[in-house]
T-cell receptor, first 117, second 110 residues
Framework: EPEVTQTPSHQVTQMGQEVILRCVPISNHLYFYWYRQILGQKVEFLVSFYNNEISEKSEIFDDQFSVERPDGSNFTLKIRSTKLEDSAMYFC???????????????FGNGTRLTVT | GQNIDQPTEMTATEGAIVQINCTYQTSGFNGLFWYQQHAGEAPTFLSYNVLDGLEEKGRFSSFLSRSKGYSYLLLKELQMKDSASYLCAVRDLGGDKLIFGTGTRLQVFP
């Protein structure tokens, strides 16, 4: 079964450094997302991306964050200058079209655990 | 605003049935999803409801009442591997993202 893949699985970085988290969504999916989950807390929406542009973003997704689809397969999340509170599991997800018969659920990758020291 | 509530923790015995409730208040509604998440892993899709009523998928069933802003996930014939968090998520109107509740951590005991 096709799956969303994310790299790296773990990333440790120092405060103030830039990080890029990478994702390869499922190939025939059109919608791409980034979510984060701070340890012990709920899965929080960051941004959705469709047709090569951001379709929606949350308050968390401030100017320090950016997303890109540099080619036909990769989808990246960049954090420009990391803060301690950015430490979390970051999940990439993709979906087909919304309103499909099965609701077009989001399919999640295994996540990148980001630790900012 | 959007608010999705679930119990924080539940326990049950192997072989039993458990019902996990979810209530939601959202500005719009375009479907409700249940996900399973084992510790340290990705959420995996379990079920979807957009119309009122019960959807059955093997040992798992999900129910929706839109007028009450209420859903439940029913797990039958519980197995030890069902120990996980169960996340209720709502899709808003006019968007494609899912908004997740805090999740219910289910522990199944022998």
């Amino acid at each position: 079964e096709p799956e969303v893949t994310q790299t790296p699985s773990h990333q440790v970085t120092q405060m103030g450094q830039e990080v890029i988290l990478r994702c390869v969504p499922i190939s025939n999916h059109l919608y791409f997302y980034w979510y984060r989950q701070i340890l012990g807390q709920k899965v929080e929406f960051l941004v959705s991306f469709y047709n090569n542009e951001i379709s929606e973003k949350s308050e968390i997704f401030d100017d320090q964050f950016s997303v890109e689809r540099p080619d036909g397969s990769n989808f990246t999340l960049k954090i420009r200058s990391t803060k301690l509170e950015d430490s979390a599991m970051y999940f990439c997800a993709s979906s087909e079209v919304t309103g499909g018969g099965d609701g077009s659920p989001l399919h999640f990758g295994n996540g990148t655990r980001l630790t900012v020291t | 605003g959007q608010n999705i509530d679930q119990p924080t923790e539940m326990t049950a015995t192997e072989g039993a049935i458990v019902q996990i409730n979810c209530t939601y208040q959202t500005s719009g509604f375009n479907g409700l999803f249940w996900y399973q998440q084992h510790a340290g892993e990705a959420p995996t899709f379990l079920s979807y409801n957009v119309l009122d009523g019960l959807e059955e998928k093997g040992r798992f069933s999900s129910f929706l009442s839109r007028s009450k802003g209420y859903s439940y996930l029913l797990l039958k014939e519980l197995q030890m591997k069902d120990s996980a968090s169960y996340l209720c998520a709502v899709r808003d109107l006019g968007g494609d993202k899912l908004i997740f509740g805090t999740g219910t951590r289910l522990q199944v005991f022998p």
